[in-house]
């Protein structure tokens, strides 16, 4: 049978409050906090009854309504903190066993961009975050703007993950449909589900359009759009912002998405969450991606994002300060190096957006580039002295130096058991050819 998924994204931007350089030494707190308290508060009461609504038709359409979320950790903790009744229904969407949460980085970060250090750090972290708050261990994973390459993929498997979700991007499929599954080229236990684009930009367009002339969305329509029907056993999957849909549900209330809910509850369609959709699969194809790709618009590859000077200096000055944070055991300074990753505090610094900031995914708080890019620096600038603090400059190389002479002496080690281990073989083998000679 065929089958879709639906996937919904889940992240609030943190914005920095204003930070001079008069401010450095003297404070540690970065983030705009009564920004973000009121944020959540707008937002809560809206989640609230959409995930109310969610789970009222996953009782009315038993294994028919299943869902896929993918909510960055420090999201969550902005749940815990402002909005608990917010944060308990989504642990109601947990625990109800039809709603799979995707893994994924912590801050919606930029880690894809950077090291596979940095990267691992922003995962385990994510899914500590969703351990601690939803008591769930995601299997399926969910890059940062479906960031995804060859490379990328090696990483997520290595982190146990059986599943990633990215974009179907023409270039890499060739001929093949993005309406089906396929599999990592060098790690088969990995597999890869691709978002199909022009099911995206019609329910993004139609869903909550009363005005459009076929509204609502009938079967066929829908189908017409998905071309889910035109080969055998295929998978489409539809991945919206969660606030886009919030928006539409609080405009025109619960009867356009009881509508769209029963449609597809009604269809020759299998809803299936990502976790599940491998066995639904069993001989995938093959689907390689030797150059980043994202999705489409700002993210589409890392060289728009990052060859514009601001954004460049600041992912430079950020890398700069890895190694050295890591080897602090300060959890308030890796906090606050892993929130200063996320991708939005690089979109806001990029000077394409001037003159069309109503037009930029996240919406930021600074009038223009260089004024995103400076506060930025200045809060880079002091998480660096609290650094410097803990660990003067000239103190890593001393103890890199002492970890990599463990390493070294480990390595020389184990070479003695292996020269051992032949001294044996070779002992042996002598030992046949006398008996045989003789």
């Known amino acids: 049978m065929n089958s879709i998924g639906i996937t919904f994204l889940l992240h609030i931007p943190q914005p920095l409050k ?31 009854a959409l995930n109310t609504l969610w789970l009222d038709f996953m009782q009315e359409f038993p294994g028919k309504v299943q869902l896929n979320l993918c909510i960055t950790g420090a999201t969550l903790e902005l749940f815990e ?62 890059n940062s703007a479906l960031m995804y390459s060859d490379k990328i993929g090696e990483w997520i498997n290595g982190l146990g993950f059986q599943l990633v979700l ?27 589900a691709l978002s199909n684009p022009e099911a995206h930009t019609f329910l993004a367009r139609r869903l909550g359009d009363a005005e459009w002339k076929k509204h609502p969305i009938t079967e066929t329509e829908w189908l017409s759009h998905v071309e ?6 295929s998978c489409t999957q539809v991945v919206l912002p969660y606030e886009w849909l919030c928006g539409i549900f609080q405009k025109q209330k619960s ?38 790709i994202a999705e489409t618009g700002i993210h589409k590859d890392a060289a728009e994002l990052l060859n514009e000077p601001l954004p460049r200096s600041a992912f430079d000055q950020l890398m700069a300060l890895q190694a050295r944070v890591n080897a602090t055991s300060d959890k308030n300074i890796q906090r606050d190096f892993a929130r200063l990753q996320a991708l939005e505090h690089f979109v806001w610094m990029q000077s394409k957006w001037e003159g069309t900031h109503a037009l930029m995914p996240y919406p930021g ?21 609290r650094v410097n603090a803990l660990l003067p400059p000239g103190e890593l190389s001393a103890e890199t130096h002492l970890i990599h002479e463990a390493e070294i002496q480990e390595k020389n080690a184990e070479i003695k058991r292996y020269k051992s281990k032949l001294k ?12 045989l000679q003789g």
Not at 366 to 372: G, L, S
Request: glycine share 6%; aromatic share 10%; hydrophobic share 40%.
């Open 365 to 385: 708080p600074y009038e223009n580039a260089y004024k995103a890019f400076i506060n930025y620096m200045n809060v880079l600038s002091d998480l660096e002295l």
């Open 228 to 233: 889910a029907t035109r080969e055998p056993d």
């Open 166 to 192: 990215t974009v179907a991007e023409p270039s890499c499929l060739g001929w093949e449909s993005a309406n089906q599954v396929f599999k990592h080229p060098t790690c088969p236990g990995l597999t890869v």
């Open 424 to 435: 044996k073989v070779k002992r042996i083998l002598n030992d046949l050819n006398d008996e």
């Open 18 to 48: 204003t930070f001079r350089f008069a401010d450095l030494g003297s404070d540690h707190a970065y983030f705009d906090t009564s920004h973000l308290k009121h944020k959540v508060e707008e937002l809560a009461e809206g989640y609230v």
């Open 81 to 142: 903190a402002y909005s608990p009744a917010l944060l308990e229904s989504f642990q109601a969407m947990a625990q109800s066993g039809q709603v799979c949460f995707l893994g994924g980085t912590y801050s919606h970060s930029i880690a894809g961009w950077a090291t596979h250090e940095m990267f691992n750090a922003q995962v385990e972290h994510n899914t500590r975050v969703h351990q601690k708050l939803l008591g769930i261990y995601p299997t399926a994973f969910c």
């Open 255 to 292: 009867a356009l998405l009881t509508d769209a809910v029963q449609l597809l509850a009604g269809m020759n369609l299998c809803m299936v969450p990502l976790d599940k959709l491998a066995e639904c699969t069993p001989q995938p194809k093959e689907l390689s991606v030797k150059a980043a």
